[in-house]
Structure formats: C-alpha cells, structure tokens
C-alpha cells in the first residue's frame, strides 16, 4: 500500500505510521452526510426501491414469512462464506440439521452466520445497530472451531492488513486503521446508522457497509459480519420485512467489481461505482425473491392437496416444515411436530406415496433421508452445488493477515 495511491478525499486519508521505516495504513473521515448522485444512480435506486415494493406485496401472500426466511437465510450465509473460501452447499447444510450430527468445518461456519443473522434480527426492536449489537453477532459469526482463537466478539487491538498470500504489511494491498482510531470511527459508524441524514436509505446503506469494510474492526469476519449488516439495516429501516433479499449471492457472481468499487471509494473518493452495484444487487435479488416467492406458494399448495388426502393434521403441519427445510429425517420430524417415530417414519412414507417426497441417498451412519425436489429447486436455485476444485482456488485468492477476510 502506498500513501501516493490514496489521496485525500471526502472519505479519509492514507498516511505513514510508526516512523520513517513504519507502514503506510487509511485513516477514514467520517461518513459524508451527503452525497450527490448521478442521473444513472437516481434511475438505479428508482428501479431497486420498486422491486423492494413488488418483494413487500408478494411476500405478503405468505401464510407464514418463516416458509421462506429459512432457505433464503441460508442461501445468504452460503454465498456470504463462499466469498470467504468455504464449500458447504445447501444440501449439505440441510442433511447435518435434519441429521442433529456434529457439521464439519465448512457447515459449521454456515451455521454460524445463520446464528449471528438470526440473533441480530431478533435484538432489533431491542437495541440500534450499534457496536454492542456487532460484538455479539460477531461472536456467533465465529463460534465455530475455524474462528475460535480469532478474537470473537471483540474489537481488534493489534493492525491487519489486506493482501495477497505472503504479503507483508508493507506489501499490503490495503491496511485499515490503527487500532486506536476505531473507537471514534465506530462512534461516527453508529450514529450515521441510526441518524435521519437526509440521504435515501438504500444509499445510506452503501456508504454504511463501505466504511465498515474500511474500518475493518475485527481480527477475522469483517466481509462475512459487513454483508450481514447490509441486510439487517435493511430491516431496521423498514424496506424489507423479512430476510428476502440475499445479497451476498449477487456480489458472489462478481466479486472482482465489488472490490474494485470499495477501493475506488479509498483511492478516488468515488462512491457512485460501490452505490451502483448494491442498487442493482438489490434489485436483482428482490426480483429473484418474488419469483420464487411465487413458485414456494404454487408448490406449498399442490403439496397441501396432497396432504389432505391423508386426512391427519400432522400431514398439513409437515408441508411447512417441508418449505423450511426440503431435506428430511424422521428425527427431523419427530422434533418439529413432537411426534413418536413410527408416526414420523409413517407420515414421510405416505408423502412419499403422494410424490411430495422421494427417498434419497443415505446421509450420516446411513439414516434414511427424504427430499421434497420441487421445494428443493425453489429454494435453492443455481450455483448451490459443491465448488469445484479450481472455483475453490479462486475463492482464495486473497487471504488477509490476522484477519481471514476478503477485501
């Protein structure tokens, strides 16, 4: 990182710390309160806040918002982990919660940001998005083994940097600020959160997470927690009502934008590249979020037919467990519905006579499994099968020091 690379602008500073042979790190301004915005922005975030109004009235159809927050949450977290490095797909996650067997590495840290989502989403009507609220869900995000000597829920107090593999701190790409300016920039960071600033929401949202990748405050999950945040201000703010928009997935697809769009907000002042791709992500997935919000309400109900024909009330009970979790155990069942064994291994066998269900491959110690493939396809969608082994390659290409993260 060379300070010649990041003039002063709007957005902060990079200057040499520690002497002359010291290092060069980004001190950030405060967030700019105002921002003006291009014609093309203005048209970008017309089109993203519509496709939000379309989400809301078809999402109200819903019976129960639960059929989808759980698969689209999911879908979040493994996008969100994949941009990380990690391989778990959809089905892999779903087969080690209907299996209750202890997941490996790669699920572990899946459900670990499912639990910081979800624990967040929760805490909103109690406390502001505020650094407090992002200790904890920070220390949820890395409860797994991968992250437990990585300082969770706790401020950094040491200097991280970002770069390629070897990279020194004098090589880095990128160094965030020392570790004593982060209490005044998680001040600014907290108050332009939970501040009427004038600017539209969902640009609000952009220049939030810009500059909680900038501060980068943890020693490790600053990309997965930052993503995680765009959702959940999202929420606070009242655009959405659920989870339904899965962000992550669509930085996924082109990652090599979104990091050259946060560095042209560091190196040229330049928010419009960063503000563009979050409108039109936004609106991309609240698109994609109404279609398959149409098609889990056409399934859920051919399902239901089926169910009626077996006349039990239980059977209507699992068609919405079906919609939460495709991928099946009796064991599964029995917890959900608080019934015995033969009654869950009962109920499975005659949606599998109905075709809701078909048997499928074993999964842990053999247990049998039963997979609902339309709820399955809805929910899950392209590219949520296993990573291959040059994708993997790909996805680390970036390390960062002392923090594990993406830039």
Not at 74 to 100: C, F, W
Not at 301 to 317: C, D, K, M, P, V
Request: hydrophobic share 40%.
């Amino acid at each position: 990182m060379q300070a010649g690379d990041y003039p002063v602008t709007s957005f902060g500073r990079a200057r040499r710390v520690g002497g002359r042979h010291g290092h060069v790190a980004y001190f950030p301004a405060p967030i700019p309160r105002q921002i003006d915005l291009t014609g093309s922005t203005a048209r970008l975030l017309g089109e993203a806040e519509a496709a939000l109004g379309r989400l809301a009235g078809i999402s109200g159809l819903l019976p129960s918002p639960s059929l989808l927050t759980r698969p689209y949450v999911l879908r979040e977290a493994l996008s969100s982990t994949r941009i990380e490095g990690t391989r778990a797909t959809m089905a892999e996650v779903l087969e080690s919660d209907a299996s209750d067997e202890r997941p490996n590495a790669d699920v572990e840290e899946v459900l670990g940001y499912i639990d910081a989502l979800t624990w967040g989403l929760a805490q909103l009507d109690k406390l502001p998005l505020s650094s407090r609220l992002l200790r904890e869900m920070h220390r949820r995000l890395l409860a797994g083994t991968r992250g437990r000597s990585r300082a969770p829920g706790e401020l950094r107090t040491t200097q991280n940097w970002i770069g390629a593999p070897g990279s020194t701190i004098e090589t880095a790409e990128f160094v965030p600020p020392p570790a004593q300016e982060l209490a005044d920039l998680l001040t600014d960071w907290e108050r332009f959160a939970n501040e009427d600033t004038g600017l539209p929401v969902l640009v609000q949202n952009a220049l939030l997470h810009a500059q909680f990748e900038t501060i980068h405050p943890f020693l490790d999950g600053n990309g997965r927690l930052g993503r995680l945040v765009l959702v959940l201000f999202l929420i606070a703010r009242g655009r959405i009502a659920e989870p339904l928009v899965y962000l992550s997935s669509y930085i996924e697809a082109d990652r090599e934008r979104y990091y050259e769009s946060l560095r042209a907000v560091r190196q040229r002042g330049d928010a419009t590249p960063w503000i563009d791709l979050l409108l039109e992500a936004i609106e991309s997935q609240a698109n994609d979020a109404v279609g398959r919000t149409r098609q889990v309400i056409e399934i859920r109900e051919r399902y239901r037919e089926e169910a009626a024909r077996l006349s039990t009330a239980n059977a209507f009970a699992l068609v919405d467990v079906i919609c939460e979790s495709p991928v099946l155990t009796s064991r599964l069942v029995e917890r959900r519905l608080d019934v015995s064994r033969p009654t869950a291994l009962r109920l499975l066998s005659r949606l599998e006579e109905r075709g809701v269900l078909r048997e499928g491959a074993p999964g842990t110690r053999g247990k049998r499994q039963y997979v609902a493939e339309e709820m399955m396809a809805a929910v899950s969608g392209d590219g949520d099968g296993d990573v291959s082994g040059g994708q993997a390659a790909k996805l680390k290409e970036k390390t960062v020091h002392r923090s594990g993260d993406m830039l």
